[in-house]
């Protein structure tokens, strides 16, 4: 049981430039979403997912699309990487709404 | 969001001594659960205890304990027993009526030998 995985763990993009974080999950989970942390804050919600198919957003969800094909996978799109989007991405799951929410290790993003 | 606050921006603590980490939490909704979150320096988001809207006993895991007061709005960890792998950041987190976490600033702890 791998549990949530995030791929890379760690990118370099320049201001403009488009890329996808990878979020995974093998423990059948409904619910999955992406938050991000800044330096010396809390995490703060982007998107989230209660099933394949359904996504809605958060409290900063703008310059960021997702998508949910599947249960086990939610990746996070950047669609023109700026500067204030360097950041720590975390993506995250659980069975319900209220239940323990597992995180992946994260993803460091530095835009230039 | 619902709002949480953590007024506790660092904490030191001696060895093997206890350690208390306050959390209030605004919410007029019924039902929610609060969490307790661990993250290293590494950075890495581990889970410690859950305490949900309804149980009637205080949530205890291991050496954690969280101290629930429903009136006060409050969710407070205590750690027993510290140790130096225990020095990191803490968050309390709830999750109100959904699925959506809503984060404090944390609290760093900082055990000294």
């Known amino acids: 049981n791998a549990g949530v995985t995030q791929t890379p763990k760690f990118q370099v993009l320049k201001t403009g430039q488009s890329m996808t974080l990878q979020c995974a999950q093998d423990m059948n989970h409904e619910y999955m979403s992406w938050y991000r942390q800044d330096p010396g804050m809390g995490l703060r919600l982007i998107h989230y997912s209660v099933g394949a198919g359904i996504t809605d957003q958060g409290e900063v969800p703008n310059g960021y699309n997702v998508s949910r094909s599947t249960t086990e996978d939610f990746p996070l799109r950047l669609l023109s990487a700026a500067p204030s989007q360097t950041s720590v991405y975390f993506c995250?799951?659980?069975?319900?709404?209220?239940?323990?929410?597992?995180f992946g290790p994260g993803t460091r993003l530095l835009v230039l | 969001a619902q709002k949480i606050t953590q007024t506790q921006p660092g904490m030191f603590v001696q060895e093997k001594e206890a350690v208390t980490l306050d959390c209030t939490y605004d919410?007029?909704?019924?039902?929610?659960?609060l969490f307790w979150y661990k993250q290293p320096s590494s950075g890495e988001m581990i889970f410690l205890i859950y305490q949900g809207s309804y149980d009637q006993q205080n949530a205890t895991e291991g050496r954690y304990s969280l101290n629930f007061q429903k009136a006060r709005k409050s969710a407070n960890l205590v750690i027993s027993a510290s140790q130096l792998g225990d020095s990191a950041m803490y968050f309390c987190p709830a999750a109100v009526g959904d699925y959506k976490l809503s984060f404090g600033a944390g609290t760093t702890v900082t055990v000294r030998a």
């Open positions: 919410t007029s909704d019924p039902s929610y659960g």
């Open positions: 995250a799951s659980s069975y319900r709404g209220q239940e323990t929410q597992y």
